[in-house]
């Protein structure tokens, strides 16, 4: 399913404006990564896709749906998204209720709403915690909880805000495998994150935003390896694509089999 | 006598079974900045607590061993008297604002008011502190309109501002932007210079390697490993337990099994990888 962004402005009630227009498409089983400095417009234009803010101009549509003349609710069956912050979308009080929530509201068929329970708990490793109340577990997990009742709605979009903050070393490979898994089945993912070098390893496209504005968009080599252009909006790039530039390597290199096949290919 | 002083300290929630804390001995000196990594559930913020005062004094439960922070026990003070010089940075920033106030900056001054700092001195501290964030910007804004990383500045910020003798962060720069990030370790770096002391929870590996005197890994409520954050970031027993390290290590660990990396030890760091790579 299609996302298309159109001319979009967005202004705060406070007057402060957040998106300065910006036009995007984004197709169908995309894996794309959004990238930019705080208080880009990162949140807020994601916000926009599933109708929790309406443009002041311009218009977002979710397939053949403008997100004005559809509800939350309704454009939840199209999208699904995790908060930054998981304590303004968690409300029940255990875990499996919460990621029930979701694919219930939907409508789904019993069966299906208890593989799609399945699969989530299975994916995020919650199997064990299906009856804790999210509000006794660490943020971490509680992100994980998050993420697991977003997953389980089986939307055709899915949108990651900062899914990998203080996520140790194994949850983010855990993370990096559900988009993978999303991806398998065809669905769009669109992730937040400051995390470069996650952003590299595991997104096709990536969208750098820097003050209401698209600095860069394109596929994660070209803007990964753009260095200057980056530092307007805060962001490094990856740790390996640095160290190619150190070593002088002629390719922008951005994950380690393409450092370690540049490097073998320079030493015969 | 070292600054802080941790003592056998064992240490469980109300409830729990297993200690989130186990036998923690661990001296630290004035001006030192330490870094502590560790898995999700390690208990990187339990220790945060402890240091802080709130465990016990606000997290009840079962304590044993002691908790020193420049010759006073915990175990004698009161968590009022403990917040004087001991300054904690919450995981979670979404929670740390207090709620009373309508701008950033009454938000930042909130502290300081509360301990009777004279107004015009007042003015000059939440100026100074939020120049060092990068948040003089976002003085007249609501604390409730900001953005994810600015929200953590603000909570950051806040801190800072009281000049703690211990300033414990737990995550300060989860939300940040990469450059962002960078800055913040060189701010509080800086402020080690000046005799400030650190405890630091941590994922981001680079940073750490390059600010951080001493690293800390927890491991199940103990201390698995602690040193100079060369060799602990790059040692083969601290990768086969599940921490992460930076991509340098990572790629140079693979390097030298296929006899690309030459060198005995791993990098941390770009400029190490990029010495050892050169040759
Ligand atoms: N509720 C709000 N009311 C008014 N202004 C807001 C609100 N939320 C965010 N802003 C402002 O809008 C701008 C964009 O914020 P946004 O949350 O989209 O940034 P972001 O790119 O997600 O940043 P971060 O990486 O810090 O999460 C910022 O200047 C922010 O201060
Ligand atoms: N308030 C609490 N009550 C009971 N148990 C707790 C409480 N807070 C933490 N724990 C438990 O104590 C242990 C250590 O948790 P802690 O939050 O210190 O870990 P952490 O290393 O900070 O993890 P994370 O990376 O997820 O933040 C875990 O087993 C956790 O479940
Ligand atoms: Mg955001
Ligand atoms: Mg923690």
């Known amino acids: 399913m299609k996302i298309e962004i159109n001319s979009l402005h967005f202004t705060y009630p406070t007057g402060l404006e957040a998106i300065k227009g910006i036009s995007l498409t984004i197709n169908s089983g995309e894996q794309v990564a959004i990238v930019g400095q705080n208080g880009a417009g990162k949140t807020t234009l994601v916000r926009h896709f599933n109708g929790l803010l309406k443009p002041t101009s311009g218009s977002v549509t979710i397939g053949d749906w403008d997100t004005t003349k559809y509800s939350v609710a309704k454009l939840a069956s199209r999208i699904g998204y995790v908060f930054q912050n998981p304590d303004e979308q968690l409300f029940s ?7 029930e929530f979701g694919p219930k509201n939907l409508g ?10 399945k699969q989530a708990l299975v994916w995020t490793e919650l199997t064990d915690k299906t009856e804790t109340n999210p509000y006794d577990l660490s943020p971490t997990w509680r992100k994980m909880v998050a993420l697991a009742s977003i997953i389980a709605m089986d939307t055709p979009i899915v949108i990651f805000d900062e899914p990998t903050t203080g996520q140790d070393f194994v949850n983010v490979s855990r993370i990096a495998n559900v988009i993978a898994e999303l991806k398998k089945q065809g669905k769009t993912v669109i992730t937040i994150t400051h995390d470069i070098d996650f952003c590299a390893e595991n997104f096709e496209r990536v969208i750098a935003l820097s003050n209401g504005k698209v600095l860069l968009d394109g596929k994660a080599h070209e803007v990964l390896g753009q260095e200057e252009i980056l530092a307007q909006t805060y962001v490094d790039p990856p740790q390996l ?16 089999e393409e450092f370690l096949n540049v490097i073998v290919r320079s030493e015969r | 006598m070292a600054f802080i002083n941790l003592q056998n ?25 330490i870094s502590v990594i560790g898995a999700n559930g390690a208990g990187k913020s339990t220790l945060c607590y402890a240091l802080a005062g709130f ?23 009161t968590l009022d008297e403990w917040v004087v010089n001991v300054g904690l940075a919450f995981q ?14 009454e938000e930042i001054a909130f502290g300081l008011e509360n301990i009777g ?3 015009e001195q007042m003015k000059s501290r939440v100026e100074e502190a939020m120049k060092l964030t990068g948040i003089s910007n976002l003085a007249d804004r609501s604390p409730y309109s900001l953005s994810g990383g600015q929200q953590q ?17 737990d995550e300060p720069t989860s939300q940040m932007d990469p450059i962002g990030t960078r800055e913040v370790f060189e701010v509080i770096h800086n402020l080690t210079q000046s005799g400030m002391t650190v405890v630091m929870v941590e994922h981001k590996v680079e940073w750490i390697a390059h600010f951080a005197n001493r690293v800390i890994a927890l491991k199940d409520g103990s201390i698995f490993m602690e040193g100079k954050p060369s060799d602990v970031l790059t040692s083969d027993l601290l990768i086969e337990n599940g921490f992460g390290v930076s991509r340098y290590t990572s790629v140079a660990r693979e390097a030298k099994k296929q006899g690309l990396w030459k060198k005995e030890k791993l990098p941390v760091t770009l400029f190490e990888a990029a010495e050892g790579f050169k040759e």
């Not at chain 2, 500045?153 to 801190?159: E, F």
Request: aromatic share 8%.
């Open chain 2, 117 to 119: 700092v004279p107004r």
């Open chain 2, 9 to 33: 300290l064992t240490y469980k929630y109300p409830l729990t079974k297993t200690p989130a804390l186990q036998n923690i001995n661990l001296q630290i000196d004035k001006g030192e900045f």
């Open chain 2, 55 to 77: 465990v016990p004094h606000f997290f009840k439960g079962e304590i044993s061993g002691e908790i020193e922070v420049d010759g006073i026990a915990s175990s004698k003070s």
């Open chain 2, 92 to 105: 979670n920033p979404f929670n740390q604002i207090s709620g009373a106030k309508y701008t950033v900056f």
């Open chain 1, 108 to 117: 789904y068929s019993k069966e299906k709403i208890d593989e799609l329970v």
């Open chain 1, 241 to 256: 694509t640095r160290l190619g530039k150190v070593l002088n390597l002629k390719e922008t290199v951005i994950n380690q």
């Open chain 1, 93 to 99: 009080r255990d875990v499996l209720t919460e990621i």
């Open chain 2, 153 to 169: 500045r603000v909570a950051l910020t806040s801190i800072l501002v009281m000049q703690p003798k211990l300033l414990v962060l």
